[in-house]
């Protein structure tokens, strides 16, 4: 019983399964008809719009066309447009030109006008403002005439006053140091010493330059030696007098053999021919030579005469290398040097021992005594003795044509006259007092001798650099009582350099 049940039910389920099939074949069938219908309608209304298309391609393709024309047309009314534009344009330009060309004319006419009112006008200024012009350069000319006619006559009155000073002051220098301030024995004193007369030797050789200059016989004119020598001092175990000022003498020693043995047997300056310096420098000790550099000047010269102990070494450059002769009262102050000539200054007995025992040791020694005779020569007229820088003064004056003298000024506040070397060493009491008085004498007889015969090297020492400076650097010049040179209105000085003078603000 229980196998045709199952068989039951699978027919059952088989024919369910062909029921089902027939009703999906039967809907596939109605849908399939249903989608050919559905299509019909879509192909008729495919083929309805594209007929509606093909209607509105042609509308588009006729409204195309009118647009072409339209387009076309709107070109060549454009085109038409700039040309007329462009005809518009060349117009104006055209009018704007000649209406600019018409201003400018216009102006240029205008400024033309305005320009001959303006020239004519200026011309009648200018006639004006010439005529005031010329008047009052013609005032100033004038007042500048006579302000530089004042000017001079200041100047030249200064001028006279500073020599008048000078002169004064030249002669009270001259007085204090002589015995007598005549006129006449200061004459003769000048004349004698050589001051205001060169050397026979120089007159004869020297005529033309020295034209016009004072004739003098031997008689006024030193004759003597300046070294001792045989032929001049005392004989042996006599006594050797020394002359001195205010006419004095004294005695320094005897002429034993031994000093006798130390002269030589005549002046070397003297025989067998004078000697003549054509130009000699006469170097004094004071520290003003160091504000100069005279040391290729100083050597320069034919001769060189230095005092007491004047070094070189270090001090070239301003007080030169070379030392011809040297007037010294000391042994020491010598160089040693065979080319230098020492003149020994011998005032006492013992100074005397000295010189014989030195010419001794060194018989070939250059060192010789100033003779008595100079000694006579120097200090005749003199109230005090004098210093080793006069008697270096004198000997130039007697043997050389043009004498230079460098560092115989300069004292300081307490009168006394520091070297240039710088030791320090300050003479004894009695010199300080001779040193103070040597260098304004010696100023003194540079004045009263003249530029050509004694010219003071340092600018504002010469008492007639006051009146003109010829050595003064330019835009500077002398004041008096001014050592050194002072900027001339509108110059400066460059610090510590009284040989370099600039207008102040021009560098």
């Given at each position: 019983?229980?196998?045709?049940?199952?068989?039951?039910?699978?027919?059952?389920?088989?024919?369910?399964?062909?029921?089902?099939?027939?009703?999906?074949?039967?809907?596939?069938?109605?849908?399939?008809?249903?989608?050919?219908?559905?299509?019909?309608?879509?192909?008729?209304?495919?083929?309805?719009?594209?007929?509606?298309?093909?209607?509105?391609?042609?509308?588009?393709?006729?409204?195309?066309?009118?647009?072409?024309?339209?387009?076309?047309?709107?070109?060549?009314?454009?085109?038409?447009?700039?040309?007329?534009?462009?005809?518009?344009?060349?117009?104006?330009?055209?009018?704007?030109?000649?209406?600019?060309?018409?201003?400018?004319?216009?102006?240029?006419?205008?400024?033309?006008?305005?320009?001959?009112?303006?020239?004519?006008?200026?011309?009648?200024?200018?006639?004006?403002?010439?005529?005031?012009?010329?008047?009052?350069?013609?005032?100033?000319?004038?007042?500048?005439?006579?302000?530089?006619?004042?000017?001079?006559?200041?100047?030249?009155?200064?001028?006279?006053?500073?020599?008048?000073?000078?002169?004064?002051?030249?002669?009270?220098?001259?007085?204090?140091?002589?015995?007598?301030?005549?006129?006449?024995?200061?004459?003769?004193?000048?004349?004698?010493?050589?001051?205001?007369?060169?050397?026979?030797?120089?007159?004869?050789?020297?005529?033309?330059?020295?034209?016009?200059?004072?004739?003098?016989?031997?008689?006024?004119?030193?004759?003597?030696?300046?070294?001792?020598?045989?032929?001049?001092?005392?004989?042996?175990?006599?006594?050797?007098?020394?002359?001195?000022?205010?006419?004095?003498?004294?005695?320094?020693?005897?002429?034993?053999?031994?000093?006798?043995?130390?002269?030589?047997?005549?002046?070397?300056?003297?025989?067998?021919?004078?000697?003549?310096?054509?130009?000699?420098?006469?170097?004094?000790?004071?520290?003003?030579?160091?504000?100069?550099?005279?040391?290729?000047?100083?050597?320069?010269?034919?001769?060189?005469?230095?005092?007491?102990?004047?070094?070189?070494?270090?001090?070239?450059?301003?007080?030169?290398?070379?030392?011809?002769?040297?007037?010294?009262?000391?042994?020491?102050?010598?160089?040693?040097?065979?080319?230098?000539?020492?003149?020994?200054?011998?005032?006492?007995?013992?100074?005397?021992?000295?010189?014989?025992?030195?010419?001794?040791?060194?018989?070939?020694?250059?060192?010789?005594?100033?003779?008595?005779?100079?000694?006579?020569?120097?200090?005749?007229?003199?109230?005090?003795?004098?210093?080793?820088?006069?008697?270096?003064?004198?000997?130039?004056?007697?043997?050389?044509?043009?004498?230079?003298?460098?560092?115989?000024?300069?004292?300081?506040?307490?009168?006394?006259?520091?070297?240039?070397?710088?030791?320090?060493?300050?003479?004894?009491?009695?010199?300080?007092?001779?040193?103070?008085?040597?260098?304004?004498?010696?100023?003194?007889?540079?004045?009263?001798?003249?530029?050509?015969?004694?010219?003071?090297a340092e600018p504002c020492n010469s008492p007639l650099d006051a009146v003109?400076?010829?050595?003064?650097?330019?835009?500077?010049?002398?004041?008096?009582?001014?050592?050194?040179?002072?900027?001339?209105?509108?110059?400066?000085?460059?610090?510590?350099?009284?040989?370099?003078?600039?207008?102040?603000?021009?560098?």
């Amino acid at each position: 019983m229980a196998k045709p049940s199952s068989s039951k039910r699978g027919r059952s389920a088989v024919y369910l399964l062909l029921f089902v099939l027939g009703v999906a074949t039967f809907a596939a069938r109605v849908k399939t008809t249903d989608s050919k219908s559905r299509l019909r309608e879509v192909h008729e209304q495919s083929r309805q719009l594209e007929v509606t298309l093909e209607h509105k391609g042609k509308e588009v393709a006729g409204k195309e066309l009118r647009v072409d024309a339209a387009l076309r047309a709107l070109n060549e009314s454009e085109s038409a447009l700039l040309q007329v534009k462009g005809r518009l344009e060349r117009e104006r330009s055209l009018a704007c030109e000649k209406e600019k060309h018409a201003f400018v004319e216009k102006a240029k006419a205008r400024l033309a006008e305005e320009r001959r009112e303006r020239d004519a006008k200026t011309e009648v200024e200018k006639a004006a403002a010439s005529e005031t012009l010329s008047a009052v350069a013609n005032q100033v000319l004038e007042e500048t005439r006579k302000l530089e006619g004042n000017i001079t006559l200041l100047l030249e009155t200064k001028a006279i006053l500073l020599r008048s000073i000078t002169e004064a002051e030249g002669s009270l220098i001259i007085g204090r140091s002589l015995n007598s301030d005549d006129p006449a024995a200061v004459e003769r004193f000048l004349r004698r010493t050589g001051v205001t007369l060169l050397p026979p030797a120089v007159r004869e050789s020297d005529d033309r330059a020295r034209k016009g200059a004072a004739a003098a016989d031997s008689s006024t004119h030193y004759t003597g030696s300046f070294v001792l020598n045989l032929q001049i001092c005392a004989a042996e175990n006599e006594r050797v007098l020394l002359p001195k000022w205010r006419g004095q003498v004294g005695v320094i020693g005897v002429a034993t053999k031994e000093l006798r043995s130390s002269l030589p047997s005549r002046d070397p300056f003297v025989h067998p021919s004078p000697v003549i310096y054509p130009s000699c420098a006469v170097v004094g000790n004071s520290g003003l030579l160091l504000q100069w550099s005279f040391g290729e000047e100083i050597d320069s010269h034919a001769a060189v005469i230095r005092v007491n102990a004047g070094v070189t070494e270090g001090f070239e450059g301003f007080v030169g290398s070379r030392t011809d002769i040297r007037f010294t009262s000391r042994l020491r102050n010598g160089s040693g040097s065979p080319k230098e000539v020492v003149m020994l200054q011998v005032t006492s007995e013992e100074d005397l021992g000295s010189f014989v025992e030195h010419k001794s040791s060194n018989p070939n020694s250059t060192v010789f005594m100033v003779s008595t005779d100079f000694h006579a020569h120097v200090q005749r007229e003199l109230v005090g003795p004098a210093t080793n820088g006069l008697f270096a003064v004198f000997f130039a004056l007697q043997r050389c044509r043009r004498i230079a003298v460098y560092g115989f000024s300069g004292a300081d506040e307490n009168g006394t006259a520091q070297p240039y070397y710088g030791d320090g060493e300050r003479p004894a009491r009695p010199q300080q007092r001779r040193v103070v008085g040597e260098g304004p004498l010696i100023m003194e007889l540079a004045r009263r001798a003249g530029k050509d015969r004694i010219r003071v090297a340092e600018p504002c020492n010469s008492p007639l650099d006051a009146v003109e400076c010829e050595s003064c650097a330019k835009g500077s010049h002398c004041e008096p009582g001014q050592p050194f040179p002072v900027p001339d209105d509108g110059f400066c000085m460059r610090e510590g350099n009284y040989t370099s003078f600039y207008k102040c603000g021009g560098g």
